[in-house]
């Protein structure tokens, strides 16, 4: 990096502020720097849009395949920004043709383990991509540019960013539900209600896609401007850059001290010469008195002090590799000027000490040397612990969760349901005339008997002949809100809905509130059912 070139002003700024500073760069080269990202941004969405076309059971992997490679498209814009900020002009066309080679180095590490997890990841860009580090050394300037609470302030951006994308998501689908939807439906989302049943809508999955592409083009060179902001203040904090401007500044240009060189030169010549002129016709000095003495004068004896060496635990701060020769002269230089007492950050005073107290520190200084080292062991351990019961975690939350996942949502249909809230609906367990069976046992006084064998033999029915999708921990009104989303669908009539919910009302009436319905309540919900699904419809039929 030739920071001599740069088209910013540095000063000193808080992380707060070099975060501002990337909105005013990227709202300076903000043309190139959008579409060195959209054209390789739109491909992948294409790509992904394609893929939603063919297995749309499988959107929403499609979806976590576009954002998951996104942090290798954001070195499109980054290319972009840092050739601007240090005076080189570069198109969009001349980013996409460089982003293949930019993407050595930490490219595995963010689309292996480091992508759940690497929200910081727009300060780290710059090491592997501008920096060109590797290995242990990015390892290294990682760590020495995330101090001072950069890297918290990078993860936190991350996060900020993420809720952006969110909101924008949800701003564009509402948007889209409101022209979409038909007047009667106050909500906006409802269009998009359907995205976990058994047959996902294409056209939503398409705008769901669409939507998050939309977000993340807006907000993904925001992060990379602002983040690349962040590591240009941390640097030229860390390496004091304004300083080394300022020391070039005041350079007097090579062309400028060629032509002055010579009549200095002259100059000097003269003088010299007028000088060795006029020692010539001066008298030789009167000697000192007590050398008249003939005494030889004693030397005075001066206090040979040890030299003020640099603090041990003083750390200097870490440089970057030599862009260039002219480079390290620069930095011999700064170093002369550093060596000064006044700049050089610490001060020797002489002091009496116990010896005793010397190996006492000594005696401490290795105590904790040791204990340092035992609590970065311990430190590791707990760091793996913690990520392994972070991924336990995540695995448990998506299995837990998985009936709103397609692909297990699939899964579970396929294990029909034989027992609901404890009841057993199997069809082998009824009776032949089922509502028959349930007014014996009404009259019989067994009422509770009675409303259980309705309702299990309506759950009965849904499954066994109309393929409802029940699970073993359903509620009563899990069941009822799957009855009403297979109505949408079309796969369940409305008047067995009807009789499913007159069942599910008696049941959870007696059941959890002793409420009994009255014999003519009974005997209605019994002649609906059996017109529905007992007797009376086999007679029709």
Request: charged share 20%.
């Amino acid at each position: 990096m030739q920071i001599d070139k740069l088209q910013i002003e540095l000063r000193p700024r808080t992380n707060a502020q070099a975060l501002d500073l990337g909105f005013s760069l990227l709202h300076s080269h903000a043309g190139a720097a959008y579409m060195a990202f959209l054209a390789l941004w739109l491909p992948l969405v294409a790509v992904c849009a394609v893929l939603t076309l063919w297995l749309p059971e499988l959107s929403w992997a499609w979806l976590i395949l576009a954002w998951w490679f996104k942090p290798l498209l954001e070195r499109a814009p980054l290319y972009v920004l840092s050739r601007q900020v240090f005076g080189t002009a570069v198109t969009w066309q001349e980013a996409v043709r460089a982003w293949p080679g930019q993407l050595g180095g930490g490219w595995f590490r963010l689309i292996t383990w480091g992508r759940p997890i690497s929200a910081g990841r727009g300060l780290w860009q710059p090491v592997w991509q501008l920096e060109g580090a590797r290995g242990g050394v990015a390892s290294a300037r990682r760590s020495a540019l995330g101090k001072n609470g950069t890297a918290s302030s990078a993860v936190w951006f991350g996060v900020v960013c993420a809720h952006l994308e969110f909101v924008l998501q949800l701003g564009a689908l509402g948007f889209i539900g409101i022209f979409a939807a038909d007047g009667k439906i106050g909500n906006p989302f409802m269009l998009f209600a359907n995205m976990v049943s058994d047959t996902p809508d294409v056209l939503t999955e398409l705008l769901t896609l669409g939507a998050f592409a939309l977000s993340t083009a807006l907000i993904a060179p925001v992060y990379t401007a602002c983040c690349f902001t962040l590591y240009l203040n941390r640097r030229a904090s860390m390496e004091a850059w304004d300083l080394e401007i300022k020391l070039r500044q005041i350079k007097r240009p090579q062309a400028v001290r060629a032509r002055g060189a010579a009549p200095v030169s002259a100059l000097l010549v003269l003088a010299g010469a007028g000088m060795l002129l006029a020692l010539a016709g001066v008298p030789a000095p009167v000697s000192a008195a007590p050398a008249a003495s003939g005494k030889p004068v004693p030397a005075q004896a001066t206090p040979v002090r040890p030299p003020c060496e640099r603090p041990k635990d003083m750390r200097l701060p870490e440089r970057g590799p030599l862009q260039a020769p002219e480079q390290a002269r620069i930095r011999q230089q700064i170093d002369q000027v550093y060596a000064h007492s006044d700049l050089r950050g610490y001060e020797c005073v002489e002091s009496w000490e116990l010896k005793e107290r010397d190996k006492k520190k000594e005696i401490k200084k290795e105590e904790r040397k040791r204990s340092s080292f035992d609590m970065n062991l311990i430190a590791s351990i707990l760091k793996v612990l913690f990520i392994a019961l972070a991924i336990g975690a995540v695995a448990w939350v998506l299995y837990r969760y998985r009936h709103h996942f397609p692909s297990f949502e699939r899964a579970a249909k396929a294990r029909v349901a034989t027992e609901i809230g404890g009841l057993n609906i199997r069809a082998e367990s009824l009776p032949p005339d089922v509502t028959t069976e349930v007014r014996a046992l009404w009259a019989r006084g067994e009422q509770r008997a009675a409303l259980a064998l309705l309702y299990r033999a309506t759950l009965s029915r849904l499954v066994t002949e109309d393929a409802l999708a029940l699970r073993q921990g359903n509620t009563e009104g899990d069941c009822l809100r799957l009855a009403r989303q297979a109505v949408q669908r079309q796969q369940l009539s409305s008047a067995r809905l009807e009789v499913a919910i007159g069942a599910t009302s008696l049941w959870l009436g007696g059941a959890y509130a002793a409420r009994w319905p009255d014999d003519d309540t009974l005997l209605a919900c019994c002649a609906a059912w059996d017109a529905q699904f007992g007797a009376l419809r086999e007679t029709a039929a």
